[in-house]
């Protein structure tokens, strides 16, 4: 492995921030609990409600002083990439330096792209294009562009985000297209429903590509989305990680939830994780399954009964 994975190992939440007084709550907690970030998701048109990423994360990064804020992930294909490009830098000044965008193309609901006017089938070709559109805006000089989707002369973004050349830019996805993009163009990966072994064989295939594009990044982000449950019986982490799963993406998950999640007793959950971090998770994304108040619950055990088990690894 060439890419320069890191050593520290960090936890984060996934979550949803709909109310002003929930992003003061959650933000606390986290801080209490010493988790490293906070993460929403995106979605023009979804199962369930849900907000404007980036607005969620301007918000929380004015709630705390040290969490990292980060989408996983955001549609990019679906905005236009000089929109994108001025969103994120503001973001990453408000936030002063404490956002990662984490990017990916979609594709599951085809409606919403109807909605953008975007064609579902484009949406890889645009993310690539877009990423490259977004970084040169960034650098707060005057640019061009001329490629298949934008075409500008000479267009001054200003200021230059916050972070020295942009907030990182991670990519999700799991098919071969998605990670020789994340090897080529990305400063990390951001995996989701995959086992350590498939997280595994992934990052080889990114660490591929980005030898054949001849990159050296000085350091390569690593994280995964975890489905987590915690209970003192696997059977019924299962059955309620099934449950809510089947809801929030409108199908049967049942299988998915055993293959993929993170389920059972401090234990069972913290052996889980292990595998994933000897596969080459450094950031762990935790979605804690449950109601607002179940999730809290679950953030406690797992700073106090979890992340114990996993000391050695930090």
């Given at each position: 492995?060439?890419?320069?994975?890191?050593?520290?190992?960090?936890?984060?939440?996934?979550t949803?921030?709909?109310?002003r007084?929930?992003?003061?709550?959650?933000?606390?907690?986290?801080?209490?609990?010493?988790?490293?970030?906070?993460?929403?998701?995106?979605?023009?048109?979804?199962?369930?409600?849900?907000?404007?990423?980036?607005?969620?994360?301007?918000?929380?990064?004015?709630?705390t002083?040290?969490?990292?804020?980060?989408?996983?992930?955001?549609?990019?294909?679906?905005?236009?990439?000089?929109?994108?490009?001025?969103?994120?830098?503001?973001?990453?000044?408000?936030?002063?330096?404490?956002?990662?965008?984490?990017?990916?193309?979609?594709?599951?609901?085809?409606?919403?792209?109807?909605?953008?006017?975007?064609?579902?089938?484009?949406?890889?070709?645009?993310?690539?294009?877009?990423?490259?559109?977004?970084?040169?805006l960034?650098?707060?000089?005057?640019?061009?562009?001329?490629?298949?989707?934008?075409?500008?002369?000479?267009?001054?973004?200003?200021?230059?985000?916050?972070?020295?050349?942009?907030?990182?830019?991670?990519?999700?996805?799991?098919?071969?297209?998605?990670l020789?993009?994340?090897?080529?163009?990305?400063?990390?990966?951001?995996?989701?429903?995959?086992?350590?072994?498939?997280?595994?064989?992934?990052?080889?295939?990114?660490?591929?590509?980005a030898?054949?594009?001849?990159?050296?990044?000085?350091?390569?982000?690593?994280?995964?989305?975890?489905?987590?449950?915690?209970?003192?019986?696997?059977?019924?982490?299962?059955?309620?990680?099934?449950?809510?799963?089947?809801?929030?993406?409108?199908?049967?998950?049942?299988?998915?939830?055993?293959?993929?999640?993170?389920?059972?007793?401090?234990?069972?959950?913290?052996?889980?994780?292990?595998?994933?971090?000897?596969?080459?998770?450094?950031?762990?994304?935790?979605?804690?399954?449950?109601?607002v108040?179940?999730?809290?619950?679950?953030?406690?055990?797992?700073?106090?009964?979890?992340?114990?088990?996993?000391?050695?690894?930090?």
């Amino acid at each position: 492995m060439s890419l320069p994975l890191d050593d520290t190992i960090r936890f984060g939440l996934m979550t949803r921030l709909p109310t002003r007084e929930l992003t003061r709550t959650t933000t606390a907690l986290l801080e209490e609990l010493g988790f490293d970030s906070v993460w929403v998701g995106d979605h023009i048109a979804f199962t369930t409600p849900l907000l404007d990423p980036l607005l969620q994360l301007a918000q929380a990064a004015a709630f705390t002083e040290t969490l990292t804020v980060g989408t996983s992930v955001y549609l990019m294909p679906l905005r236009p990439a000089a929109a994108v490009a001025k969103q994120t830098s503001s973001l990453d000044h408000l936030s002063e330096g404490r956002f990662i965008f984490g990017v990916g193309v979609g594709g599951e609901f085809p409606r919403e792209f109807d909605a953008c006017g975007v064609p579902v089938k484009e949406r890889g070709a645009r993310l690539t294009e877009g990423m490259e559109v977004v970084r040169k805006l960034w650098g707060g000089e005057p640019v061009s562009h001329h490629g298949r989707f934008w075409n500008f002369d000479d267009v001054h973004m200003q200021p230059a985000a916050y972070t020295n050349g942009g907030p990182p830019m991670w990519c999700g996805g799991r098919s071969d297209a998605a990670l020789r993009r994340a090897g080529r163009l990305a400063d990390g990966w951001i995996s989701y429903v995959v086992t350590p072994e498939q997280f595994a064989d992934g990052l080889a295939k990114i660490d591929a590509a980005a030898t054949t594009a001849k990159r050296t990044p000085a350091s390569f982000g690593t994280a995964h989305l975890l489905f987590t449950r915690i209970d003192d019986s696997y059977d019924t982490a299962l059955d309620d990680a099934s449950d809510l799963l089947s809801k929030r993406y409108a199908m049967d998950f049942r299988k998915a939830a055993a293959r993929y999640a993170a389920l059972g007793d401090p234990a069972a959950v913290a052996e889980t994780l292990r595998k994933f971090h000897a596969a080459g998770v450094r950031t762990f994304i935790l979605d804690m399954l449950g109601t607002v108040e179940e999730r809290d619950i679950q953030l406690r055990r797992f700073a106090t009964e979890v992340r114990p088990l996993l000391a050695d690894l930090a």
